[in-house]
């Protein structure tokens, strides 16, 4: 996934399981992360979307592949491509490889995040300017 926003991590021992590996739900943590500091460096500032705009995102699907392990002090590198905007949700396509962009494949995921009303949770259409923002 070449050209797309990467975001690296290292794995510290709060990362692992008893058998040194990194614990399957931290890798959505790591996913989380990288769709945060992607919108951070879009210019999204996701804390006065939810206070000022009463906007916020949940995620509604998560498809993820796990391929291989990692472990304690791997640095990861974490891959964010929008693959789909719609009125009120976005689809990402995310990559975790060892080491480097194009390093060994660890995870590949789908998430689709709906964007709601944080009065009510309810989905709410994007705002017109954020949508060409997330716009693949």
Known sequence: MSGNFVWNVRVYWEDTDAGGVVYYANYLRFLERARSEWLREVGVDQARLAREDRLQFAIVEANVRYRKPAVYDDLLSVSVAVTEARAAS????QEI??????????VAAEIRAASLDSDNLRPRALPESLLRVLAP
């Open 97 to 106: 490889r060892r080491g480097s962009p194009d390093g060994e494949l660890l």
């Open 90 to 93: 976005v689809r990402f396509t």
